[in-house]
């Protein structure tokens, strides 16, 4: 009788649950990352030139992004040699003291500097905790999937991990609104620090829950943390798939984040700014609904056809509506055609949500095996984070050096150079990335055992050492790979075939 047959039938919300509370912590990411566009429009008119004249308009928007680049790396590392689960409790810690912070942000002496100067260090060390959400909750999320229903599993993952982040996004653009119905145009002080402060719920809800999770099954039977890491082995395997996902990352992350934190500046170019900042706040809102539909649709769009497809698919279609849109930003960007330009705008955000944003995640998880998922996905999502960090500065520059954001065509340039990264991505990604299954985390874990088999690696010391059978001062004892008898290895196989 197989191990699997031992194990009591769980209900499908039992099933589902781990998936939920691993994953659904990246909400923090997509709102702390989009409230920040729409606290930086009420800093520049509450203080004017004060600010918009100073580094911190572009510091404040920006700089969680540095933060979130070191807390992917150091939580990558942390979730694959300690656990997934210390991971995940830190990262909500954090999320929730800093969030608190950026709030409270106060100068000394009630000097604007000094709160400008509070604001961005709080917002760095909030990205840290942004970041961890990424190795340690996504790839926890993707590993709980494996005991759901074949044929769903992609759609669950996706809609816990980057639907969380859009549907963040959508809140974080309609919750300043709310704020800002009921405290008015005269107390914009009360309005942004309410919105930041909001962003403290998310991760406190599932505080608790995360506290109780078990270490997702796939973990404990093939991680690495109690042996020593073969890098150059692992190096040798992974490298290039690596280079290519991080390299795709880079690109959809250097044109959706710059987009989306200036959305509601572009809006508010567009619709003037002699007018109050509820039309292009309710404009905000409804373009950042655009991420909804793209990203649902794709998470079944991926388990029907597979994530590689729907990515190419998406990528080709976006960068075909970038075109046309820069060739009639003109007609487009004007108050009387506004709506027509959220609705063009809009698909060309929903169509990258379908493509990269949905499927990218799910190559940079279950591509790699569970050993040394939680560094490839950091690292990965790290490269991503670092072309949004870049697409913050570049945007500006492309703007002012095509023209300058008083003209159509240094408005348009960023929609050029966009759309055709979109279609050089597409390339990349149907020529260079694997096809990924239902079995996927299973079936890389099997062919990484088999690899470092061949390789000479001693794979019985993988697990944690309670599944091993073994006592702590056997896990550096010899063992061949391939003998039938080895407990350790007729455990995996038990399971995971």
Same mark, same amino acid.
């Given at each position: 009788?197989?191990?699997?047959?031992?194990v009591p039938r769980r209900s499908k919300w039992e099933v $589902?649950?781990?998936?939920?509370?691993?994953?659904? *912590?990246?909400?923090?990411?997509? =709102? $702390?990352?989009?409230?920040?566009?729409?606290?930086?429009?009420?800093?520049?008119?509450? =203080?004017?030139?004060?600010?918009?004249?100073?580094?911190? /308009?572009?510091?404040?928007?920006?700089?969680?992004?540095?933060?979130?680049?070191?807390?992917?790396?150091?939580?990558?590392?942390?979730?694959?040699?300690?656990?997934?689960?210390?991971?995940? !409790?830190?990262?909500?810690?954090?999320?929730?003291?800093?969030?608190?912070?950026?709030?409270?942000?106060y100068g000394a002496g009630g000097s604007v500097g000094g709160?400008?100067?509070?604001?961005?260090?709080?917002?760095?060390?909030?990205?840290?905790?942004?970041?961890?959400? =990424?190795?340690?909750?996504?790839?926890?999320?993707?590993?709980?999937?494996?005991?759901?229903?074949?044929?769903?599993?992609?759609?669950?993952?996706?809609?816990? %991990?980057?639907?969380?982040?859009?549907?963040?996004? #959508?809140?974080?653009?309609?919750?300043?609104?709310?704020? $800002?119905?009921?405290?008015?145009?005269?107390?914009?002080?009360?309005?942004?620090?309410?919105?930041?402060?909001?962003?403290?719920?998310?991760?406190?809800?599932?505080? =608790?829950?995360?506290?109780?999770?078990?270490?997702?099954?796939?973990? /404990?039977?093939?991680?690495?943390?109690?042996?020593?890491?073969?890098?150059?082995?692992?190096?040798?395997?992974?490298?290039?798939?690596?280079?290519?996902?991080?390299?795709?990352?880079? @690109?959809?992350?250097?044109?959706?984040?710059? +987009?989306?934190?200036?959305?509601?500046? @572009?809006?508010?170019?567009?619709?003037?700014?002699?007018?109050?900042?509820?039309?292009?706040?309710?404009?905000?809102?409804?373009?950042?609904? +655009?991420?909804?539909?793209?990203? @649902?649709? *794709?998470?079944?769009?991926?388990?029907?056809?597979?994530?590689?497809?729907?990515?190419?698919?998406?990528?080709?279609?976006?960068?075909?509506?970038?075109?046309?849109?820069?060739?009639?930003?003109?007609?487009?960007?004007?108050?009387?055609?506004?709506?027509?330009?959220?609705?063009?705008? *809009?698909?060309?955000?929903?169509?990258?949500?379908?493509?990269?944003?949905?499927?990218?995640?799910?190559?940079?998880?279950?591509?790699?095996?569970?050993?040394?998922?939680? /560094?490839?996905?950091?690292?990965?999502?790290?490269?991503?984070?670092?072309?949004?960090? #870049?697409?913050?500065?570049? +945007?500006?520059?492309?703007?002012?050096?095509?023209?300058?954001?008083?003209?159509?065509?240094?408005? /348009?340039?960023?929609?050029? !150079?966009?759309?055709?990264?979109?279609?050089?991505?597409?390339?990349?990604?149907?020529?260079?990335?694997?096809? @990924?299954?239902?079995?996927?985390?299973?079936?890389?874990? $099997?062919?990484?055992?088999?690899?470092?088999?061949?390789?000479?690696?001693? %794979?019985?010391?993988?697990?944690?050492?309670?599944?091993? *059978?073994?006592?702590?001062?056997?896990?550096?004892?010899?063992?061949?790979?391939?003998?039938?008898?080895?407990?350790?290895?007729?455990?995996?196989?038990?399971?995971?075939?």
């Open positions: 009788m197989s191990e699997s047959a031992t $589902l649950m781990p998936v939920i509370v691993c994953g659904s *912590g990246l909400f923090s990411d997509g =709102y $702390l990352n989009g409230v920040i566009g729409t606290v930086n429009t009420l800093l520049g008119r509450i =203080y004017g030139d004060e600010y918009k004249q100073s580094h911190a /308009q572009s510091n404040v928007s920006s700089i969680a992004f540095a933060g979130t680049i070191i807390g992917m790396l150091v939580f990558g590392w942390i979730s694959d040699n300690c656990s997934r689960k210390i991971g995940m !409790v830190a990262s909500t810690v954090i999320l929730i003291v800093f969030a608190s912070l950026c709030a409270g942000a709160l400008l100067a509070a604001l961005t260090a709080y917002r760095f060390l909030l990205g840290i905790g942004i970041g961890g959400e =990424y190795p340690a909750g996504s790839v926890a999320c993707s590993e709980a999937t494996s005991n759901l229903k074949s044929g769903t599993r992609n759609r669950w993952f996706i809609i816990f %991990t980057n639907v969380m982040i859009d549907f963040g996004f #959508v809140v974080s653009a309609f919750a300043p609104l709310c704020v $800002l119905w009921i405290f008015g145009m005269n107390r914009l002080n009360v309005v942004w620090r309410v919105s930041l402060a909001l962003g403290v719920i998310p991760p406190l809800s599932i505080m =608790y829950l995360r506290t109780k999770l078990k270490e997702p099954e796939q973990f /404990q039977k093939e991680t690495m943390k109690d042996t020593k890491m073969p890098w150059v082995l692992v190096l040798k395997y992974y490298w290039y798939r690596l280079f290519i996902v991080s390299v795709i990352w880079f @690109i959809y992350d250097f044109s959706a984040y710059s +987009f989306g934190i200036y959305g509601s500046s @572009i809006l508010d170019i567009i619709l003037g700014q002699e007018q109050s900042l509820y039309k292009p706040f309710g404009w905000n809102v409804v373009l950042n609904l +655009f991420y909804i539909p793209g990203a @649902i649709a *794709g998470s079944f769009i991926s388990d029907w056809i597979g994530p590689k497809r729907t990515m190419v698919i998406g990528l080709v279609a976006q960068g075909c509506v970038g075109l046309i849109m820069a060739g009639c930003y003109g007609k487009l960007a004007t108050p009387e055609h506004v709506a027509a330009f959220v609705v063009v705008y *809009g698909v060309f955000l929903t169509l990258g949500e379908l493509g990269v944003g949905d499927n990218i995640g799910l190559f940079a998880s279950k591509s790699s095996a569970t050993a040394i998922r939680g /560094q490839f996905y950091g690292i990965a999502a790290a490269i991503g984070k670092i072309g949004a960090f #870049v697409g913050t500065y570049v +945007f500006p520059i492309i703007i002012k050096n095509a023209g300058g954001s008083g003209t159509i065509r240094g408005n /348009q340039a960023p929609f050029w !150079v966009s759309s055709s990264l979109c279609l050089f991505s597409a390339l990349l990604a149907w020529f260079q990335l694997p096809n @990924i299954g239902q079995e996927a985390v299973t079936e890389e874990d $099997l062919e990484f055992r088999n690899y470092l088999a061949a390789n000479g690696f001693d %794979t019985s010391q993988m697990g944690v050492k309670e599944l091993r *059978g073994e006592r702590p001062d056997d896990a550096n004892s010899a063992g061949s790979t391939t003998d039938p008898s080895d407990k350790g290895e007729e455990k995996f196989v038990s399971v995971a075939m």
